[in-house]
Each structure stands twice: as C-alpha cells, then as structure tokens.
C-alpha cells in the first residue's frame, strides 16, 4: 500500500453512486434475474468510466465504486453457499438511537428511497460456491486502472463480523459458530484481491455501528466481547495476507440521525488496533465523531499503522470548504506525523445502491474538496 511522501494522499471508503444502468442490471440480477453480456458489458464500463472520474478528480487511491455490488454487505449471499430470502422471517429492528422517532424514520425513508437489496439469512453450512463474480471484479477492475493509472487502487470486502450482523443466523448453534464459517468461507476472497495487485479494504462496521443495531440488547461489556471474537476471526482469514496490503474501514452507520447510542471510539480502539491492517479508515467528520481525532494524543498509533481519517462528511450534501479539510487533515498529521495520513471520506456515497440522500454530484463535489483541502494541507505539512 502506497502512503502519503512528500504530499497527502487521498481516498473514500470505496462505494460511489452507481449509473442509472449499472443500477438496472444489479437490480435485475438480485430479484432472480441472469446476468447476461449485456449486463456484465454494462458493469465493466461502468467501472472503466468511474475509475476514470476518480483519476480525474484527483482521487490518489481509487476503488470500483463497488458498481458491481447491491450492498457492501449483503453482496455475499452471491458468493457463498447456505443463504436464502426464505430463512428471513423478521424485519430489522431500528437502530437504538431512531426508534424512538417514528415520525423521522418514515421521512427519511421517503428521502432516502426503498433500499434495493433482498433480506436474506443464513440457513445451511457457509461456504464459498461460485467466485466467478470476484474474478469479473478482479478483472474489470485491472483493466480500468490500467487504462486509467491511479497512483494506487484498493477493492473492499464485508468483514465476517458485518456478514453476520446483516444476514440473520438460522443455522448455526451460536453466533461465534457463525462467525468463523463467514471468516472461513471469504478467505478466498481476501487472497484473491491482494494476489490480484490491489490493497483490499475490510468493511467493519461490526466493531462500531453493530452495537446499536444488531447488539443494541447487549451491554458494552458484552459487545466488546463479541466484537473481540469477531476481529480474531478476521485475523485467521487473513492469515497469509501481508498487512502491508490491508486497510479495514469502522463506522457507526452511514445515515443522518441523533447518532446519540453510537459507541465512543476510544471503547473499541484497541480492538480496532489488534486487526492484521496497516491501514485505519475512521469516521471523523461528522459532528457525532469529529472530535475524536483527539484521542490519538493519549493512544499511540503503533508504528507499523496508518490512518485514513473522513475528513469529508458523507450523510450530507453540504460541501465541505478547501480550508476546513486542510484543517482536519493538519490536526492528525501533528499528532501521527504527515506521512502517516490518506484523507478520506467518513463512509462511502453508495453503500446501498440507489439509496440514499446525497445527489451524486454533489458527491462528485464534495470529492474535488476532499482532492484541494489535501492540496492545502500537503502546502502547509511540507513548506
């Protein structure tokens, strides 16, 4: 992985708004439809033009925009054996800290749009059963920085932690059971993103956001237990994986709300720090977890480790100014030192494909901020 010399470095959390085709085909192909070489022509091209985008942007460190994924989790019901729509009886429960507000909920959801994505669970042994779909991702993603030639380019893949916390358990005996056939089942699909020359981006909301959504029963004693099983799961399916080649993402939900149940970061950080990555992806833009930054003056950020901060808010369409990215970017610089740092984005602006509030545009926008307040920052760190 590529870290930031003589400049500061950029990058997002991997997802992007999809094209309006690309979301016809992922559409069609999660309610049963085939995928056929019109849809997968329609995906490659997508991934080629929004490679291009982020390359022209000024993005350093690009990803596929997740264009070929419904979500960046539930995916996996593609991939591996034992998930079915017919095991999922139940609708989710509201995050801990919406469901006292009805009333809010219901408008959001009108904003925001009917999520996409089928509701499956897990009802029989986890396996993996068809990588084909990875290697069209591998595939179109090598031809689409080839022609591009990003400084550097990353993949994402769901935590065995997030699987289980999206896709209900119907099978297994007990949670920890669970756990580690996902972490056993997605090994493949960690070696294959590094073997294929990419740095591979973990997604671990498990360790932040599950606690008021999927554990919100829990008390923190006990998720911090839970979440302490789920990274030693992730380390035995990355073993033989370099951590040089790995960033993992945390966050505490990309959707605007009170936020107020969220877990502080300093509760899970040695957790976090404990994962087999170089690199840390942090939410600390938004106005629930941008004062966190602060904590790092107290915990050292051990020396093999990296930050990738959010200095760019992704659940709103505010953009952000030039001045106050370089701000945020400065401040962790100071304290974990300027080659130690990649500016990215708090979350990612397609985490669910077709929903959300964001106009992809402005997205775009809030992107080219990202690209001139680090342009600012790297100004300031190196005169």
């Known amino acids: ?11 997002h959390v991997g997802s992007l708004p999809r094209s309006d085709a690309a979301l016809a085909v992922l559409e069609a192909r999660e309610h049963g ?6 849809g997968e022509r329609i995906l490659r091209d997508a991934v080629r033009d929004i490679v291009a985008r982020q390359v022209e942007t000024g993005i350093d460190v690009v990803s596929d925009g997740e264009t070929s994924k419904i979500s960046y989790a539930t995916y996996v019901h593609d991939r591996l054996a ?16 919406l469901a006292p507000y009805p009333d809010f909920r219901n408008k959001m959801a009108a904003l925001t749009g009917a999520r996409r994505f089928k509701r499956v669970a897990c009802i029989g042994p986890v396996s993996l059963a068809d990588r084909s779909a990875l290697d069209r991702d591998l595939l179109n993603m ?7 030639k990003p400084h550097d380019a990353f993949l994402t893949a769901a935590s065995p932690g997030v699987v289980a916390s999206f896709l209900p358990n119907r099978h297994y005996k007990t949670h920890e059971a669970y756990v580690a056939a996902i972490a056993d089942a997605m090994r493949e699909e960690y070696r294959a993103i590094v073997a294929a020359g990419f740095a591979l981006q973990i997604d671990c909301p498990d360790l932040a956001m599950s606690r008021h959504s ?3 029963d829990l008390s923190d004693a006990d998720f911090l237990k839970c979440i302490a099983q789920h990274a030693e799961a992730l380390n035995h399916a990355l073993a033989g994986v370099s951590a040089e080649a790995v960033r993992i993402h945390v966050c505490w939900g990309n959707y605007e709300g009170p936020h ?3 877990i502080d970061l300093a ?23 941008a004062h966190e930054w602060a904590i790092w003056k107290d915990i050292k950020l051990p020396d093999d480790k990296i930050l990738l901060p959010g200095v760019i808010d992704t659940s709103t369409n505010y953009v952000e100014h030039p001045a106050l990215v370089a701000e945020r970017i400065v401040r962790f610089a100071n304290i974990v030192g300027r080659s130690r740092v990649i500016a990215g984005t708090d979350c990612g602006f397609g985490t669910s494909a077709g929903h959300g509030k964001i106009d992809p545009e402005i997205a775009w926008k809030k992107l ?15 005169r």
């Open 82 to 97: 034992g998930f079915s729509a017919e095991g999922n009886t139940e609708q989710p429960r509201p995050h801990a800290d």
């Open 142 to 148: 090598r031809a689409a920085a080839d022609a591009a």
């Open 214 to 216: 999927a554990f919100q």
């Open 267 to 289: 509760r899970v950080v040695n957790t976090v720090l404990g994962i087999k990555a170089q690199a840390i992806a942090l939410e600390a833009a938004n106005p629930r977890h």
């Open 33 to 38: 439809g085939s995928a056929d070489a019109t």
């Open 260 to 262: 107020d149940h969220d």
């Open 1 to 11: 992985m590529k870290t930031s010399r003589g400049r500061i470095l950029t990058t």
């Open 368 to 382: 080219a901020a990202l690209v001139a307040g680090a342009k600012l920052a790297s100004r300031q760190l190196w």
